[in-house]
């Protein structure tokens, strides 16, 4: 999608299907992690220590944030992966090694994807679950 753009795919029916089924299994996924943070009593996944469980939530919720996701998917009923979300923001790690670099291709692909949410409502609904 980064690199044919988003209105250049063929057969987006099968796209807006394959975005809805994604949407569905992520809020399956963090309802699982909003569970585990509230069970480990600690500021990371496994409690206390931050670790590799913890790299590899920073990279899928930049991830999300590259495709303008975490709106709709950080919700209000998720307190604890959204206070989660800010901790890892924190971490020096996190300025080091993804800080304020933009991507010149992942901040077009954003674009084009914000831009589609408005102009689609298919689109739109399979990313948000929204009925406009």
Do not use: C
Not at 39 to 46: A, K, T
Not at 112 to 123: G, N, R, T
Request: aromatic share 8%.
């Amino acid at each position: 999608l980064k690199f044919r753009g988003l209105n250049k795919l063929s057969g987006m029916k099968s796209l807006v299907k394959l975005i809805a089924e994604s949407r569905t299994a992520m809020h399956k996924h963090l309802e699982s992690l909003e569970q585990s943070l509230a069970e480990s009593q600690g500021p990371w996944i496994v409690g206390e220590q931050f670790t590799l469980a913890d790299v590899g939530m920073m990279v899928i919720f930049e991830r999300l944030k590259e495709v303008d996701w975490l709106d709709v998917l950080l919700i209000a009923e998720r307190p604890l992966i959204q206070a989660y979300w800010a901790r890892l923001q924190q971490r020096p790690s996190y300025s080091a090694g993804i800080g304020s670099f933009i991507d010149p291709t992942i901040a077009e692909g954003r674009k084009e994807i914000v831009e589609l949410k408005q102009s689609d409502a298919s689109f739109r609904q399979a990313l948000t679950g929204a009925v406009s």
